[in-house]
């Protein structure tokens, strides 16, 4: 997969199996150094990448991992993972119908999210990936994936990256002021 946009915030985004990796592209600052994310699926392992630092950290999973995780399965019963997942209002969950998004197939679902209010997604049929959320004003989506093989390493902290410690999601390259 290549770039997604939740928002202004601008990644790359690759996908191999039960692996991911997030490059943010926008940083703010602009002078923000290059920093990566990887992924692990199945067991919520998170780690965090100063790329120019060659330190990496091991953070606690993002609030919105299920989004992640939830539809990698059955694509045609998504409402059953649904609610379980989001912890939202599962009864509530229906199939809309075929859609397109960037070309792609895809399932559309409604649901209500966050106090109660309507939420959509769109699953890709032949990746089994959320492609869209909307919930109000807010959301994400994909665009320009490229489907293609990944080479493994992509996917594990490069050798020589020293490891550091981070209680809050975050890590700092610099001496603390």
Known sequence: MDTFSA????AKMYLAQERMRIEPQNMTPRNAPPIAYIMYLNTQTQFMLLL???V???IPPQENWWMYTAFRGDVEN??????????????????????TINGRTALKYEGHC?????????????LRFM??????SQGEELRNIQEGSQPINMFEVPPGFKSVQSTTGTIHSGPRH
């Open 52 to 54: 120019r630092e060659r």
């Open 7 to 10: 928002g202004k915030v601008i």
């Open 131 to 136: 492609l869209k959320w909307e919930n109000g």
């Open 56 to 58: 990496y950290a091991k």
């Open 78 to 99: 998504v409402c059953r993972t649904w609610g379980k997942a989001s912890h939202s209002q599962s009864d509530t969950c229906r199939k809309v119908g075929d859609d």
């Open 114 to 126: 966050s106090q109660g209010q309507p939420c959509f997604i769109w699953i890709d049929r032949r």
